[in-house]
Nanobody, 124 residues
Framework: QVQLVESGGGLVQAGGSLRLSCTFS????????IGWFRQAPGKEREFVAA????????YYADAVKGRFTISRDNAKNTVYLQMNSLKPEDTAVYYC?????????????????WGQGTQVTVSS
């Protein structure tokens, strides 16, 4: 069974940086596209970034483009989300999700497995 575990969240001041990790286990990691999503209090979950199975394609939400970078290390079964120039509006629970054998996508319902999330809080 696929398991996804997020880590690296925490409290940071505006303008600071955090690196989130998503560790995958249970199946062949390179068969899965990975996405990051986030959910702020009182809001719906939204797409943040995604990376293809080989890592050759990446997509970003407009709100994070130029500040966040998604990458993957297939040897370590891990996807990273480097977040720079953080803003208070980036405060949310961040989730990683895996999509089996499909093209990388920004659409939440197309992901098959989800982690439990990690809290990111950006203070002003």
């Amino acid at each position: 069974q696929v398991q996804l575990v997020e880590s690296g969240g925490g409290l940071v001041q505006a303008g600071g940086s955090l690196r989130l990790s998503c560790t995958f286990s249970g199946r062949t990691f390179s068969s899965y596209a990975i996405g990051w999503f986030r959910q702020a209090p009182g809001k719906e979950r939204e797409f943040v970034a995604a990376i293809s199975r080989s890592g050759d394609k990446t997509y970003y939400a407009d709100a994070v483009k130029g500040r966040f970078t998604i990458s993957r290390d297939n040897a370590k079964n891990t996807v990273y989300l480097q977040m720079n120039s953080l803003k208070p509006e980036d405060t949310a629970v961040y989730y990683c999700a895996a999509r089996y054998k499909g093209e990388v996508t920004t659409t939440e319902v197309e992901y098959n497995y989800w982690g439990q999330g990690t809290q990111v809080t950006v203070s002003s």
